[in-house]
């Protein structure tokens, strides 16, 4: 089980004021009232288990996990809901994230892939709007401790996916990284590496496992980004 409650880390408490601060700006000296609806930021939190946004009433937030624990979760596996969001967004549907949330998700992810497709979603200019925000929380050894991947090789990954760390911070176990998605970045579609029709990836720079580093006490944990030719 993963998710916002698998720790004492309270994602809410992080991901506000960078939303706050990054993503809103308010018309009144005081952010939380008058607010106008259409134009409220939305997140989608993925591994969310319960909802930790509901003290919030200035955004609005979409829940999902594979185990909900809460009536406001939305129970979906993250790749299937991206999908039908982005199938729809390209009918014009629906709009994009104004954030994204992977809370200790990443990490029980088996796959280094897969990983890096689930990065390339989270940056899909049809989930998440330009300017938008991408908030990723590990813990401090699957980066630390990890034979093929670093804070900053992940880093790396995630600037080819048009992505800017925005804010880089260390819990007691957790490593935090907060990334914003750079309007300039591929074409003016944005960033896009998904096919909806194929369900493939297709990334313009690959990018592999770092170098190994040595020692037997080493976890595997990397990230990877590999075009896919088949559906995973």
Not at 48 to 77: E, G, T
Not at 137 to 157: F, G, H, K, T, W
Not at 213 to 231: C, E, I, P, Q, Y
Request: contains cysteine; positive net charge.
């Amino acid at each position: 089980m993963y998710g916002a409650k698998s720790s004492k880390f309270v994602c809410a408490h992080w991901v506000e004021p960078l939303l706050k601060e990054h993503i809103f700006t308010p018309s009144t000296t005081d952010p939380l009232k008058k607010i106008d609806t259409a134009i409220r930021p939305r997140i989608l939190d993925v591994g969310a288990i319960d909802n930790q946004y509901l003290q919030y009433d200035w955004f609005d937030a979409v829940p999902i996990d594979l185990n909900a624990q809460h009536k406001s979760v939305v129970q979906a596996d993250f790749f299937d809901y991206a999908h039908a969001h982005i199938e729809q967004h390209q009918k014009k549907n629906n709009k994009p994230f104004d954030a994204i949330v992977l809370s200790l998700v990443l990490n029980f992810q088996g796959d280094p892939r897969r990983r890096g497709d689930m990065l390339a979603l989270a940056a899909d200019a049809r989930l998440l709007r330009s300017g938008g925000l991408v908030y990723v929380a590990l813990p401090s050894a699957s980066l630390d401790n990890s034979r093929y991947c670093d804070e900053d090789y992940l880093i790396q990954v995630c600037e080819t996916l048009g992505l800017k760390v925005v804010e880089r911070k260390r819990s007691a176990k957790l490593a935090l990284l907060a990334f914003q998605q750079t309007s300039g970045h591929a074409a003016s579609s944005g960033f896009q590496a998904y096919n909806v029709a194929s369900k493939t990836f297709r990334y313009t720079k690959e990018m592999s496992r770092a170098p190994a580093k040595a020692g037997d006490t080493r976890n595997n944990f990397a990230v990877m980004l590999k075009s896919s030719t088949l559906a995973r």
